[in-house]
Nanobody, 121 residues
Framework: QVQLVESGGGLVQAGGSLRLSCAAS????????MRWHRQAPGKDHALVAS???????TYADSVKGRFTISRDNAKNTVSLQMDSLKPEDTGTYYC???????????????WGQGTQVTVSS
């Protein structure tokens, strides 16, 4: 139906930057909210940032002022610019999207397989 593919993870030193990207493809009618979640070692899945179709964004308190989420509606992509990275930002980052399928009026939630981000101290 819909596939989300993340890219851009890696290993970076504290204070550095990474940019994550996510591309959605498949039976897409329209994408509403897109989001990034993070699962740190030993912790639950947690919202990092989200952005609505109109561009309104929200952030977890822990990343405000350091991360910026953006999207391209024409390309069905979402990005996460991560600056001033800290060791506690380490985790697997998942892209999610609320998608109205091309053949259905309902919205479904899809997730990518995740990309690893490791921040060394």
């Amino acid at each position: 139906q819909v596939q989300l593919v993340e890219s851009g993870g890696g290993l970076v030193q504290a204070g550095g930057s990474l940019r994550l990207s996510c591309a959605a493809s498949g039976d897409i009618g329209m994408i509403n909210t897109m989001r990034w979640h993070r699962q740190a070692p030993g912790k639950d899945h947690a919202l990092v940032a989200s952005v609505t179709r109109s561009g309104r964004s929200t952030y977890a308190d822990s990343v405000k002022g350091r991360f910026t989420i953006s999207r391209d509606n024409a390309k069905n992509t979402v990005s996460l610019q991560m600056d001033s990275l800290k060791p506690e930002d380490t985790g697997t980052y998942y892209c999610g999207a609320d998608v109205i399928l091309s053949y259905d009026d309902r919205a479904y939630n899809f997730w990518g397989q995740g990309t690893q981000v490791t921040v060394s101290s």
